[in-house]
């Protein structure tokens, strides 16, 4: 090394230890943090903020909104960190050491959902125009935190984040899962747990597909053999089991607490054996069907020329409308195999003006672009491309979901332990790298509402098994629904994901292990 070097080398160690001592702290980099889904923006300032006991919440103003937005985060920070952060409310900035929550409405690039985070030696200030900005934003809090802030119990500090400023905000704003609790059910508190999931992700809608072939999983007050035989079983022949309306109405509300909508299914006219098995009348041969606990798709259907249906159907939407805040209902309409199609199409119609009707607007499986679509109705496209480019050139919004890369039911590859592999199999790398307004021609961004990821439980019955499929492929959904496709890459996303590791780790989620991805990576911090 020659001598200039060495002494250049000397030089910057000596005015890093000065800086270090000066501050008492070592640099950050906030533009190296695993923040997933990435930020629009982030521009590192190279020091720390540290959470102390001293450390509060504070919110502007006495909005029991933004209150209970900052217990959220206190309630997520001091178990692991045994701060004790308190929520308070304030009109002014507080002192330093605290974390400041407040809505501005000035900066609309930001949206309903974006926010700004400011981190500074001394403070943390999240600016958003609307809660919604807010609760996202607390999710980047706790992820630029070390993983092990999301453990159970307390764990040793110290607790810094690197300083800096994140502009942030989606690029979708429907960005979901689906979870069918027909084929298997998962009861209240598995499903809270997922909604807790897609929280941290800030994803924004779970679309529960509550009825099918093998089962009804929502009580109807009007027709309640619905539940009370058809809730009875599921694949393989287990208990099955249903929600309540007082159950799904709290399901509903963890959602909303989240800044998540719920999205209720009632798939028809075919995946419909549960509601045959449970109603005689509901069947063209007048017989009640057997219950089913196959894996078989395509074999049933409502009979579409008697009025009873349509007053079965009507009384369905009527009592899941209300129990509904979010505008949509979706009515299926996938695989209606043994309907004919003149019968169809007047069946999807008739079914979505009923729907609006009842005030709701209609999303349906991508077959339903085959009938006359109403005008907010959206075409979930899973399978058949021509089928959502029909309804794009009838003026609808598409949700993109294509099996091919978003079904999470998909085998990871052959040696999968659970899933299936009609669409081929999903790794981890194939389930990120794609761009849903690169799919078709026709279907481009300014036609699609935005992605969802289902996950059908043909194969899987418990929690266990049900995150072996979705993580940890969901965290890369999240990505594409709201970061930018610009600033998205598999070689630089895989880094963070595996990082996201320890956090998945953390909350408790049996993930995956994916091959294609270096776990072993270990957290920065
Ligand atoms: N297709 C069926 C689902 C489920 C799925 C399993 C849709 C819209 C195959 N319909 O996907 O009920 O059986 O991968």
């Given at each position: 090394m020659t001598k200039t070097k060495f002494k250049n080398l000397a030089l910057g160690g000596f005015i890093l230890a000065a800086f270090v001592s000066q501050t008492g702290c070592k640099p950050t980099d906030l533009s190296k943090e695993n923040l997933i889904p990435k930020p629009v923006s982030v521009v590192a300032t190279g020091s720390s903020f540290d959470l102390t006991d001293q450390t509060d919440i504070y919110v502007q103003g006495e909005a029991a909104e933004l209150i209970q937005i900052g217990q959220f985060l206190a309630d997520k920070l001091n178990?692991?960190?045994?701060?004790?952060i308190e929520v308070k409310t304030t009109i002014e900035a507080p002192g330093p050491g605290n974390i400041f929550l407040s809505l501005s409405?000035?900066?609309?690039?930001?949206?309903?959902e974006g926010y700004e985070l400011t981190i500074t030696d001394k403070s943390v200030n999240l600016v958003a125009n609307q809660p919604a900005g807010l609760f996202r934003g607390i999710q980047s809090i706790r992820q630029i935190?070390?993983?092990?802030?999301?453990?159970?119990d307390k764990q040793k500090g110290p607790w810094k984040l690197a300083t800096g400023t994140i502009r942030d905000y989606p690029s979708y704003g429907y960005r979901g899962s689906m979870l069918d609790v027909a084929r298997h059910f998962f009861g209240v508190e598995d499903v809270k747990n997922l909604i807790d999931q897609l929280a941290y992700y800030k994803m924004n809608v779970l679309h529960l597909h509550l009825s099918d072939d093998q089962g009804w999983r929502i009580e109807i007050k009007s027709w309640p053999n619905l539940t009370a035989h058809g809730g009875k079983t599921e694949v393989g022949g287990g208990e099955g089991g249903f929600y309540t309306q007082e159950q799904y109405s709290d399901i509903v509300k963890y959602a909303q607490d989240r800044y998540i909508t719920i999205v209720p299914e009632i798939d028809m006219p075919g995946h419909t054996n549960a509601a045959l098995a449970s109603y005689a009348e509901l069947n063209c041969s007048g017989k009640a069907t057997e219950l089913y606990t196959g894996r078989e798709v395509g074999f049933s259907t409502l009979c579409t020329n008697k009025e009873v249906t349509y007053k079965f159907i009507d009384d369905v939407i009527r009592e899941l409308a209300a129990l509904t805040p979010g505008e949509y209902l979706h009515i299926g309409g996938d695989e209606s195999h043994v309907t004919k199609i003149e019968d169809y199409i007047p069946f999807m119609n008739r079914v979505q003006d009923m729907v609006i009707a009842h005030g709701k607007k209609v999303f349906a499986w991508d077959e339903i672009a085959l009938a006359t679509l109403k005008p907010n109705t959206v075409v979930q496209y899973w399978a058949k491309a021509e089928n959502a480019v029909k309804g794009v050139e009838q003026g609808a919004k598409v949700l993109i979901s294509p099996a091919k890369y978003a079904y999470l039911d998909m085998q990871y590859d052959s040696t999968s332990t659970y899933g299936l592999h009609w669409a081929g199999y999903v790794e981890v790398d194939k389930g990120y790298n794609w761009d849903p307004a690169n799919l078709e021609p026709t279907i481009k961004k300014e036609n699609i509402i935005g992605i969802e990821a289902p996950l059908w439980t043909e194969t899987v019955g418990t929690r266990e098994e049900a995150e072996y499929l979705i993580f940890p492929r969901l965290l890369g959904y999240a990505e594409i629904g709201w970061t930018p496709t610009e600033l998205r890459s598999w070689d630089e996303y895989k880094i963070r994901l595996a990082n996201h590791g320890e956090r998945m780790k953390a909350m408790k989620i049996s993930f995956y292990p994916s091959k294609l991805v270096n776990w072993d990576a270990k957290d920065k911090k």
């Open positions: 178990p692991s960190t045994g701060l004790g409405g000035t900066d609309a690039e930001l949206g309903n935190l070390p993983s092990r802030v999301e453990m159970a």
